[in-house]
């Protein structure tokens, strides 16, 4: 009976150990020391439906930013262009998309303007 718990036991350890190497394995990290370093994604990336254009936007405390296209690849506004710029947050200092209030208006008279 001692034999049969003991090798129970020795199973299940090993398939534990076992599964931590598995879940480590295609980690996103790696560990240097005491730091954890964080890896790039090795996922492909989609291809960007971005565009730049040559048109402006202002706003109301005057500062003018670049207008970009961006083209829906998925969804209910799938085919549909809508625009955006890029703004930088002050409190955190990163850069984010601000979609245009009636940026699929803006983005169909850019586009007519363009042909």
């Given amino acids: 009976m001692k034999r049969i718990i003991i090798t ?6 090993a398939m534990s150990a076992a599964s931590a190497q598995d879940r480590t394995a295609g980690a996103s990290f790696t560990k240097d020391g005491k730091t954890f370093v964080q890896q790039k994604s090795a996922r492909a990336s989609r291809p960007s439906d971005d565009r730049a254009t040559a048109y402006t936007w202002k706003d109301s405390k005057g500062n003018e930013y670049p207008i970009y296209l961006h083209t829906y690849t ?5 085919g549909k262009t809508t625009c955006y710029v890029l703004r930088t947050s002050k409190k955190t200092g990163k850069e984010y998309k601000y979609y ?13 303007e363009s042909k």
């Avoid at 998925?74 to 799938?78: P, S, Y």
């Avoid at 245009?100 to 007519?112: F, M, N, R, V």
């Fill in 8 to 13: 129970i036991a020795i199973i299940v350890s």
């Fill in 74 to 78: 998925r969804g209910e506004n799938a």
């Fill in 100 to 112: 245009l209030p009636d940026g699929i208006a803006i983005a169909e008279q850019i586009l007519k």
